[in-house]
Structures are given as C-alpha cells and as structure tokens.
C-alpha cells in the first residue's frame, strides 16, 4: 500500500476556560478470572485452588437464592430474592398491549459501609 501525501488533519485548539474532559474510569468489569488471579496472589492458594474456592462461593451464593435466602456479604451488601407482580407493558415497535408475567429478580442492597466509602 502506498503511503498518503495528505497532511494529517489537526484537532482544534481547546477553548480557554474550557472544561477538562473527565478522566476515563478504570476498567469497568473485572472478570472471574481476574478474581481468581487476585484470591491467588493475596493467600498462599494457587491458580487452581482459588478458582475452586471462588467457584464454590459463587455455586452457594446462586444455591442459597434459589433457595429463598437472603445472602450478606459482609462490606458489601446484601442479595435477595424479591417477586415481582404480572403487569402490562407496550411491546416496542408495534405499541400492542401485552401482559409481562410474574416473576422473580435478584435485588442487591449496598451496605453502609460501601456506600460510604464510595
């Protein structure tokens, strides 16, 4: 491929008294990996024993819901189990009636200790 002769198009100056741009926040998901990898580097378990014992917590966390129960996590809150009611609601696109049936969600409560510190 050649190359362009074309000068590279510059980007306006910012306007004095301007707003700075908000810094980007740090990387918004961490996976169960990376879990896995900071369990492993924060006891004496390896790679493999953490993953088993960050696999067994969340298998009782999800046990423990299905069941019906409230799960407290010290620090962080609070998961549960809440019904919700049959409703209607407007399918997109057509604005037809249609009923939403009655279900189950997962509600999280923040502690206050969290919450404060955030």
């Known amino acids: 491929m050649a190359k362009s002769t074309k000068p ?3 980007k ?7 707003a700075k741009p908000a810094p980007k926040a740090e990387a918004g998901k961490i996976a169960k990996t990376q879990i896995i990898d900071m369990v492993a580097d924060k006891t004496t378990l390896n790679k493999k024993q953490a ?9 009782s966390i999800v046990d423990a819901l299905r069941a019906g129960s409230s799960v407290g996590l010290p620090g ?12 209607t609601g407007v ?9 939403i049936p ?4 997962v509600r ?3 502690a206050t200790t ?3 510190t955030l």
């Not at 993953?51 to 969340?58: K, P, R, S």
């Not at 399918?91 to 009923?99: F, H, L």
């Open 8 to 10: 590279a198009a510059k």
């Open 12 to 18: 306006p100056a910012p306007k004095k008294g301007a």
């Open 51 to 59: 993953g088993d014992a960050v696999a067994t917590v969340i298998d």
């Open 76 to 87: 962080l809150g609070t998961l549960s189990v809440t019904h919700t009611a049959e409703r």
């Open 91 to 99: 399918k997109p696109g057509t604005s037809e009636r249609i009923t």
């Open 102 to 105: 009655a279900g189950k969600k």
């Open 108 to 110: 999280f409560k923040v």
């Open 114 to 116: 969290l919450k404060g």
